[in-house]
């Protein structure tokens, strides 16, 4: 579904990223990607979902090479193809729960992005807060609530940063097993950028990320 | 202390320099309040030396002034009294000087007893310059006099050219000509008649009873003033003046206030983290809240440093425009240059100070509410913010309703009073706009989610979560434009007034008028002759006299016009019947005499008693006029001393012909002559000159609300850059970013536009129903530039657009993963 073909990425002038990297994701499968601090896992996810551009290599989506589109373009077909979960949340402060889940819909001009924001905000236990604003719920109910956003366009793929990254351990607990239960029923390629080993379990493939290449566990 | 010098340089010294833009656009923000302020402090300065330079400088305390016209004999009668000290004559009048090249210029010349009186600067320690003055056809010019004499000066005097040598010049910013009495006498051939006399009181005196005893000797038919009683009327427009000039300002300040409000705010939400963990360290609250003064006080000192050389800059096109109106519409002053001084520089120190402290007032209480744990958004919307808002309404509300209602009362019309009156309905409209401005989100929202689902939602959500900020920005626009607006109805309200009023009552060809300096209207005729010669030519289809003199009506002089009621056009606002006296407009204002009413005046010992029957228009001056029909006159006054001529032509193309014919047959007299469009335009631009600060005042308004409005989107800027990586990271792309803006723009931009338009209305019924029949006691018809507000509007909302614009434009290009990775 997602192949990356020579992908480099420079930090800074002489430091090197990544390396020439190469992966492919399969459909309906989970990846982990774990690595230390500072080893660009991060920055690779970016390339994936378009908001950074990649020094030199291609990826290519379903076929397309998508490392050329233009900024629109990109734009576009993140909004209907990828979902992104963020460590921070990344919740417009001035919206609420269901407004920020529904936004994407919204844009993509979905005519039912309310009533599909209220089921997948059930589907993910936070009915009963998805009129509050962001800064009003807990760190768990917003991340699950990120999720919901993530899905709501059905994209073929889910990104995840550091998705527990500011959680406790039992809500990074609840998170991830939610986020595997809905992928898997909806048959979604997951990509999870994690530095929590345990966690990472959970997921089909485990890749580590070292040296700026990707090795599989 | 130690603590927080050290935080000072070691935390805020170093945040401030991460974030050098906003700190730019803060003391940028606050500078241009303060420079507002300041180059109007200055002008204001200069407009009061200019008052206080042309008030009778040489008339000393103690002193009262008999006049005017006071007979020799009387003059005499006076000195003999035994508790005066000085009986001082005067002569004051209007000549024209010839300069080298042949053209003439009108001055004030002052005549003194020289010999027997030192004259504060008119007197010399030097012996030989004091005793050449007193020399025959000798005088004494101001240094500021702009004709190329050194030697000898040529004046017009009676139809004839006199001579006179220049003895010395005297250090004044107007221009005058000073004579001693005898040669005055002889030049002007006037012995048995003296302009004024100034009697100086001995000590033990008092001044009331001294007043009542000259006006036992001298009679009811002159008018004796002292010094204070001399001057109040230019006290009271000087007073005027001050208060429109402090008016503006203080406005100005407020709107400095509202910026860096908006600013301290922004930075101390940006924060709030910091503040946290610095608590979380250790640090107490209240040296928290020491710490976020003092930073806003070094804000403001920069500011005012910078303030300076701008507010400097501004004042001299300000003080232009100050002194050709003062030079329009008050008295004559030379134009003089604004100073800073050390004055001025305290002033603005204080007042960066006193702003820093208001703007700052936010947040230092958010510095003491801050907990360390606390992540929420400063400001946030939420239904306690909508009780709020609610209670702004109905404060809002009330005070306009309050302000509007006490202008009502008539008895308490006073400058001060109306001016407060004017301040607390600005307060009560900018009260309404957060709630207003809610209203008109919800509204855009409502209509244009169908076409522009998420875009209406994401500026909705905008305005709310920041709606004090957004209210802020609201407020300072609707402060500016409304200000704007209202001014430009009073304008074009009294602009076309006095058009329609001068068409209708300036019918003649041609207008020959006496001349005179602002100081003294009517002193001066035009010389018979030229009547005669008028009345005999063939070109002349009729001419009429206009006449003109200082009557005493309740202690203070006023004009009495004379003129034939039959032949002039006179535009009557009330009207009972043609006998009797006619009253102006402003007149009946002042002195609150109504038709009906017997005017009781006196000349010349006289006593005249006319009942009042109508009441004219007129915008030729403030002070105000009686009228009689021209044969009622000239029973009383001197028939052969008419002020102006009105001349009709059997064929009006003969006007330039004739008027030449009179320049050059009567070149040696005092006249001045003026065909019928020179007389309108003349007087037009005599308007537009006395309307010059506010047209200065009109441009401020419009430079401070492009200010408010570039100072939020500068901010937002900085702030919109998470917002855009969020948008841009859930898949919405540039141009949905741009229309969400815009939409929040365009949202902000109505309610400032709606709120200015009812602002700008409100002020501009005050200006022209109560404020301008307080200054100038005249009616004026309500004219409304809609042309102007829609341009106006217009161009601030495409102003604003293009602003809000920027921080979309400005972000696009940046890599915004960053900003998702900060909370």
Request: proline residues 2%.
């Amino acid at each position: 579904m997602l192949s990356l073909k020579k992908i480099s990425k420079e930090f800074v002038k002489s430091k090197t990223l990544l390396d020439e990297l190469n992966l492919e994701l399969s459909l309906g499968k989970s990846y982990a990607l774990v690595g230390s601090s500072g080893s660009g896992k991060s920055t690779l996810l970016n390339i994936i979902s378009g908001l950074e551009r990649a020094d030199k290599g291609e990826v290519i989506f379903d076929g397309q090479d998508i490392s050329n589109f233009s900024d629109s373009a990109m734009s576009n077909f993140r909004l209907l193809n990828i979902g992104i979960v963020f460590q921070f949340f990344n919740f417009l402060p001035s919206l609420t729960l269901l407004e920020n889940i529904s936004l994407p819909a919204q844009i993509a001009l979905n005519k039912n992005s309310k009533t599909k924001a209220l089921n997948l905000a059930k589907k993910l236990k936070i009915k009963n807060v998805v009129n509050k604003y962001p800064f009003q719920v807990s760190g768990g109910e917003l991340q699950r609530a990120a999720i919901a956003r993530a899905l709501i366009n059905d994209p073929k793929l889910l990104l995840a940063d550091e998705p527990t990254g500011n959680l406790d351990r039992s809500s990074s607990e609840q998170v991830m097993s939610l986020l595997n239960s809905i992928t898997k029923e909806i048959e979604l390629t997951t990509f999870i950028v994690s530095h929590d080993i345990e966690l990472a379990k959970d997921c089909d493939f485990v890749l580590e990320l070292f040296d700026g290449k990707v090795k599989r566990n | 202390m130690k603590e927080i010098f050290n935080l000072l340089y070691n935390y805020s010294f170093k945040f401030y320099r991460a974030n050098f833009l906003k700190i730019v656009i803060a003391i940028f923000s606050m500078a241009i309040g303060l420079a507002v302020f300041l180059s109007i402090k200055i002008s204001n300065d200069v407009a009061v030396r200019g008052f206080e330079s042309s008030f009778e400088n040489f008339i000393k305390e103690r002193t009262l002034r008999v006049g005017s016209n006071v007979t020799h004999d009387l003059f005499l009668k006076l000195k003999q009294s035994k508790y005066f000290k000085l009986v001082n004559p005067r002569y004051e009048k209007d000549v024209f000087a010839i300069k080298t090249n042949g053209d003439k210029k009108l001055f004030r010349l002052y005549a003194y007893d020289l010999l027997s009186e030192k004259v504060n600067s008119v007197s010399h320690k030097d012996k030989k310059k004091q005793n050449a003055l007193l020399q025959p056809g000798t005088c004494l010019i101001s240094s500021t006099f702009d004709l190329d004499f050194t030697d000898s000066i040529s004046l017009i005097i009676n139809s004839k050219i006199r001579k006179l040598k220049i003895s010395n010049k005297i250090e004044s910013e107007n221009s005058f000509i000073i004579l001693d009495i005898a040669n005055y006498q002889e030049l002007f051939e006037e012995f048995n008649q003296i302009d004024y006399i100034d009697i100086e009181i001995k000590k033990n005196i008092n001044l009331n009873f001294a007043k009542k005893e000259i006006e036992k000797i001298v009679g009811k038919a002159y008018v004796v003033n002292d010094k204070y009683e001399l001057v109040k009327h230019k006290l009271q427009l000087t007073k005027s003046f001050r208060l429109n000039l402090q008016f503006l300002s203080t406005i100005s300040l407020f709107i400095a206030i509202l910026l860096l409000y908006n600013l301290s705010t922004y930075l101390i939400v940006s924060r709030r983290k910091d503040i946290g963990t610095l608590i979380a360290l250790g640090l107490s609250k209240k040296k928290i809240a020491i710490l976020v003064l003092i930073e806003n006080i070094v804000l403001g000192l920069i500011s005012a440093i910078l303030a300076l050389p701008i507010g400097f800059l501004l004042s001299s096109f300000s003080i232009r425009f100050v002194n050709t109106t003062i030079n329009s519409l008050y008295t004559y002053t030379l134009p003089t240059s604004g100073s800073l001084g050390y004055e001025n520089l305290l002033i603005v120190f204080l007042l960066s100070i006193l702003v820093s402290l208001l703007g700052s007032l936010e947040s230092i209480f958010y510095s003491f509410k801050v907990e360390p744990y606390e992540n929420i958004r400063f400001f946030t919307y939420n239904l306690k913010y909508k009780k709020k808002i609610s209670i702004f309404f109905y404060i809002g509300v009330f005070l306009t309703l309050f302000s509007l209602s006490f202008m009502q009362v008539k008895y308490l019309n006073n400058n001060i009073w109306m001016f407060l009156m004017l301040f607390i309905l600005i307060l009560g409209i900018l009260f309404i706009c957060p709630s207003v401005l809610l209203l008109i989100s919800h509204l855009c929202k409502k209509f244009f989610s169908k076409i522009f689902s998420y875009h209406t939602l994401l500026a909705d959500a905008e305005i709310k979560i920041n709606i004090f900020r957004s209210s802020i920005v609201v407020m300072g626009v609707v402060l500016s434009l409304g200000m704007f607006f209202g001014l430009s109805v009073m304008i074009t309200s009294f602009r076309t007034t006095v058009v329609t009023w001068l068409n209708k009552v300036t019918p003649a060809d041609l207008y020959i008028s006496a001349p005179s300096t602002r100081e003294n209207k009517n002193d001066s005729y035009i010389s018979i002759q030229i009547f005669n010669f008028l009345e005999n030519n063939k070109k002349v289809k009729a001419v009429y006299p206009i006449y003109e003199s200082k009557v005493k009506f309740k202690d203070n002089f006023v004009n009495l016009q004379g003129f034939s009621f039959s032949q002039s056009s006179i535009n009557f606002l009330n009207y009972s019947n043609s006998n009797g006296a006619f009253i102006s407009e402003p007149f009946s204002n002042k002195h609150n005499v109504k038709i009906g009413d017997v005017l009781t005046f006196y000349y010349q010992s006289k006593k005249y008693e006319e009942k009042v029957g109508a009441i004219f228009q007129d915008y030729s001056s403030e002070e105000g006029s009686i009228a009689i029909d021209l044969k009622k006159y000239e029973q009383i006054f001197l028939k052969d001393k008419p002020r102006g001529l009105a001349v009709y032509l059997k064929d009006k193309s003969n006007t330039n012909v004739l008027s030449q014919i009179l320049k050059s047959e009567y070149s040696t007299y005092n006249f001045k002559i003026k065909n019928n469009k020179e007389l309108r335009n003349g007087a037009l631009k005599v308007f537009d000159e006395t309307f010059k600060i506010t047209y200065a005042m009109q441009i401020i308004s419009i430079f401070l609300s492009l200010a408010v409005v570039l100072n939020y989107f500068l901010i937002m800027y900085i702030e919109k850059r998470r917002q855009l990586a969020i948008l841009k990271a859930i898949g919405c792309d540039f141009r949905s970013s741009l229309v969400s803006t815009l939409f929040e723009c365009f949202t902000l931009s109505i309610t400032s536009i709606l709120m200015s338009f009812l602002l700008g209305f409100l002020l501009s019924y005050v200006l022209v129903f109560h404020v301008n029949k307080i200054f100038f006691g005249w009616s004026i018809e309500y004219n409304f530039p809609f042309k102007l507000w829609l341009y106006t509007a217009f161009l601030f909302i495409i102003f604003s657009s293009i602003t809000s614009l920027l921080p979309v434009l400005k972000n696009r290009n940046k890599n915004i993963t960053r900003y998702l990775r900060n909370v």
